[in-house]
């Protein structure tokens, strides 16, 4: 999958998501000078939206989201999850001054563990954000499960929910039939929890070998893992 349609394909699932998570928000009433008379119309009421990315995949969602809401403000939570104990670590946090008085939408490609989610949303809650929506576009029922239980208040937003985590904490697809496959292929082949398939980057102690593989005419790219043990500088 190039580079260039997953971000595609990123900014569009998010576009699709953010409208689900956005269609209650509560509006007011606003009167508009037009040319020939005063109208009323609706606007959003009180502050406007927080989008909350977890780095680094989930910038590849703002976009998207900012598509629906320009206005909205934009914070950032860096997360890195330990590849042995599966669990994250914070690296960098900055938040809007009045994140309190904002409606939150915390957004991460994949909700696999959902460490990292609760680990962002814990940290809004300690700021006193009140309303927090967790948008994803491929999510594992442990880490829903895991959420919900950690907060109940929170609403989850996810364009799929997949079968299951294998031992190395990776979403495993649930098979299905589907119009057309090759969309499927192309996010599964791109998303691995790091966003590095956003960024075209890779870690400088895992490399990833490669091959096409046809799907519907298209090409879909089929990843296999190869560990490389690379000394401490």
Not at 29 to 35: C, I, S
């Amino acid at each position: 999958t190039g580079t260039n349609q997953f971000r595609q394909l990123v900014r569009e699932l998010a576009l699709f998501d953010g409208y689900e998570a956005m269609r209650d928000l509560p509006m007011e009433d606003v009167e508009v000078e037009t040319p020939i008379t005063t109208a009323t119309f609706k606007q959003l009421a009180g502050k406007k939206l927080a989008i909350v990315p977890i780095l680094r995949a989930g910038l590849g969602m703002v976009d998207g989201i900012l598509d629906l809401v320009p206005s909205a403000r934009v914070g950032h939570i860096g997360m890195e999850r330990d590849e042995v104990t599966h669990e994250p670590h914070e690296y960098y946090c900055k938040m809007p001054k009045d994140i309190d008085q904002r409606i939150c939408l915390v957004v991460d490609p994949m909700l696999a563990t959902g460490g990292s989610a609760e680990m962002a949303i814990s940290y809004l809650r300690e700021r006193g954000v009140k309303d927090i929506r967790m948008l994803c576009i491929v999510a594992a029922p442990e880490g829903l499960k895991s959420l919900t239980e950690k907060d109940p208040d929170v609403h989850i937003y996810t364009c799929a929910i997949d079968d299951h985590l294998n031992e190395a904490a990776y979403i495993v697809p649930r098979p299905r039939r589907r119009r057309r496959p090759h969309l499927r292929h192309a996010l599964v082949a791109g998303l691995n929890g790091r966003g590095c398939k956003y960024e075209e980057t890779v870690r400088a102690d895992e490399q990833k070998a490669t091959a096409r593989t046809p799907v519907n005419g298209r090409f879909a790219c089929r990843v296999r893992e190869k560990r490389i043990t690379v000394p401490a500088a």
